[in-house]
């Protein structure tokens, strides 16, 4: 096979790959992560790349203009390397990786739910540390060096659960025992039925770690644990790698099952992200891979699935069956995790294909299924899913929402992190507008709350109709509200203030993908309420988690119809409640345990059987909602 | 580093290694693997190679000649590459693989002792093969592929047993559910506290296979076992590779323990011995890899060690400590094994140091432990270990009597198999010999039973007194008793009747070795008696098994002192006890944790404590004896 080099600039990255390897492809390679929100389908026009010099042929050019292509640009996932190159990859095209902001804004998270509720269930963590002393061995107490350690490691933790080894630990065993000169610090993952040594070194005071991690489809999150007292150390997030192959399960899945390497590609980007988070921490720590002894992992089923390598092809097929809800636990090097090896790694049990260890882990972390109260905990991700009930039934469903509250398939969309507007005011009569952006730099995009104050705040100014249409012919006659070839927008920031060359800008696209985002969750919250035959009012608490959890404005999404028209204080944030699960699992065998039978005892209610939900979606798909009656205190001023 | 060719004859395989290297190495990296007695000290002879030209420095030269120096003949072992090389490796250098008979000589063992041991036991192996059908998933039946599989499992197995299932086989079980259109054959591993399916396949007939694994430190044996009806469906043998190390275990951890790396070469060349005799059944079968569920392994402690990787250094330094004795079950794709990647290997427990899972297994197989009379259990293979008891009780040692009655330390020693001298016959008044030869062939040496034989005979016919030394001047004159440069030697046959240049030959130092060996296994017998305060007399049965178990002469071994002067009808061969240990603890549950039970139970005898073993052995350093009213049977004509 012929091979050619490729440079990528400006980063001045070169590589060699075969001929016909697509340009997408040849990026990732280079360590250069391209957005590709369609997964390579050559639909979404995010993989745009510049051919500076050099031979590339492509076979589809999506909706790119002929001025585009006259300066070079190509969509990168259908453009294929047919001699020596040279490629820009610009800003815009870029995954940002390293530079997710966590929940260091709203106030509600120092709330701490997680702390109360490890009160609660007791620390008792999935891997602990002991030091022990061991007798020396002699011609007449010629034990074993495992018979040695084991008893008195049977002493020491004084219950009847067998005690085993890794065989890894037991290889290098005699050495370790003597070089410590008997006297030892001794890791063990400590689970239900068993424990197993899984470290053997010089005693000493520091502790042992765990990990709690929330493999978002966007953002991965991991939080570094001190397993002796539960107390987080630190904590990073980075985008989903994967990202680089679809945004949204879906195009994840579609990728994934087209070869076996596309499967093992896929689980080897969502471990090389967390790879990267653990590496960051661990060096900010100084601390070792070997401290890292236990890890929860909560995701999706999707996610799930893919880190563990597991063909997840019929999630995404009627019936949506996934292949496993209860995951078995692995050991880290089983799947390439940068910890001890033999650290066993526990994956929150999934309900169904499309309610999964992410919303099991977040019910856990509401503590949903003690309470008396009934409770609406409402997780917004990429997809959005519900859980409803109290300890004595839990019902849950999945709305699929999209990524569009999490910057997902708008044009100027991002996440929560510097640059990103998150707040807007604008004047009804011309049309200025007032920015709130995170990190108080120029905007760069906005974000899920930002985007949600920007509708209700479209809908104020009349810029947009109840169905979300945009009227030009608004009185302001400002510059700001303008069509363009295709499309219809409003200017939020111009070029000169965002510090770019682009105006900021929020399309009448981007306001249509919003509403069927939020009409999407409000029925799904309407259809869970039909199927118990509930009324809303009967709701004590509203929990909302996920990625923009603690920025959402309350009042700002009640006037859109996105959450439901209940007094303000029975609503609550919850924030990343994924990961917050994730760690009381950690340091809890009995969370742990209740968060199985949580995933048992949770009702899945399939909302594309029936009419219900579709239903309920057609009629939320106006600001706030076709039947005005469910949303009273909405200003009928517009 | 400096690359050169060496290219080895009559083989004509050439390689390319680094400056500097050995010629044993080179020669192992070739694939052709040379003897090292003493593993590669340079003191025992074996690995002589001859130079045909090129380059080489050699840096010692033991004991060869000014003439096969000059002859070209080298030390493997300490003969460096220095340049391109042609190398000759004579035929009497190289380790003979895949050529060790399994009994197919002896009537004793059609008894098939295990047989009916299988019938006590009953037939519950480690690994089974159960065929379910599932019903397919719909939008109204919707549980997760594994809930399906192990509902429908839990249905079929009847016991409350959990049921996993391992990584792999998730990964891919939504295709294979599917293929096979919910009409499955499933593997699973059955162990005491657990099932795991290990293999997903459409629905069929065909059984599971285990296999029956004996490591020993000189050959390998590895039975194909039918799992649904534990018949032994083929068998093979063969060399173990690591004796390329050394012959004996000390030599064997003296190279294992001088770098990682080296142990990690010790643990791939036995699992390469057993994966070449796997893939030989298999191939004879007609089976695959995938067929093989199970595996029990039994290896003394050292063996046992190396086959896991795990660091033997204190077996041979005092206190003689093992790294462990109830060695974990490991997955057959975590040492290599050309298995099902999830099967899992059980190894035998050991005892102690010298007392390992092979003796555990054999005495498993002998079925001393419930038995009311007291039974005397020797093993010859390599070592010497001895167990005595009954269901009351049990003692066992170790009694280093060295390789010789496998072949090893004498000049013409060999395995029994074709060309092996079996039977030696020697007119005491001419010296003429008749002998018995394995496959009716042309001698090629002689095997420990013709060795026990040998030794008689040459006492018998006055060629050697009572201490072993040669008696020259003979009245026969014969020309088969000669003195040679450095020893003295008796011709068994002359090199034209054994189709060689070479005379085959008993030496005066062969003799002085192998009444060394008889001496240690007697004397071991003798402390073991005194330890528990027992005369001879009280032992009911002797059963011998290991490497030359069938064909041993009990006539011949008592009157050269090897065995106790007891009534013919006590004695027994049990043959490769090891492997019908192994064999028995894969078909039954029972057995195997009966095994467990057993491991614990025997008690064992440090010989190098105190001064018995050693006043023993001197005094059994003698043809019978020293106290010849210990071999009152034994005739005195000479």
Redesign the interface.
Known sequence: MEKYKVKFMPDNREIEVERGTSLLKAASQAGIYIKSSCGGKGTCGACKVILISGEAKSDRTGNLSPEQLSKGVRLGCHTFVEGDLTVEVPQESRLQAHQVLLENGGASLLRETSKDLLDLYGLHPLARKVNIRCSE???????????RLSMELKRVLSDDKPI????SV??????NL?KANWDLSVTLTDID?EYTVIRVEPANERPAYGLAIDIGTTTVVVYLVNLDNGEIVDKQGSYNKQAHFGDDVISRIVYAVDSPENLDEMQKAVVETINNLIDDILKRQNLRAQDLASAVVAGNTTMTQLF????P??IRL???????????S?AAK?VGLNMLPDALIHSYP?V??YVGGDIVSGALATDMANSEEIILFIDIGTNGEIVMGNRDWLVSCACSAGPCFEGGGILFGMRAMPGAIERVDINPETLDVKLKVVGNIPPVGICGSGLVDCLAKLRKAGIIDRAGSFHLEHPSASARLRATADDKEFVLAWAHQAGGDKDVVITENDVKNLIRAKGAIYAGIRSLLQAVSLDISMVDRIIIGGGFGNYLDIHDSVQIGLLPDLPPEKFEFIGNSSVKGARIALLSQKAWSEAQELARKMT?I?L??GTTFMDEFVSALFLPHTDLSQFPSVENSF
Chains 1, 2 share one sequence.
């Open positions: 061995p002699s011609l007449t107490d010629n034990a074993s060096d495992w018979a085993n080894i890794s065989l037991l290889q290098s065993l005699p050495e003597r039925s563990l390598g597991i063909d092809r019929y009627e019936p949506y069956i996934p292949t496993v809800n209860s995951t078995p692995v089983e999934s169904a294909s899945y399939e594309s059987i």
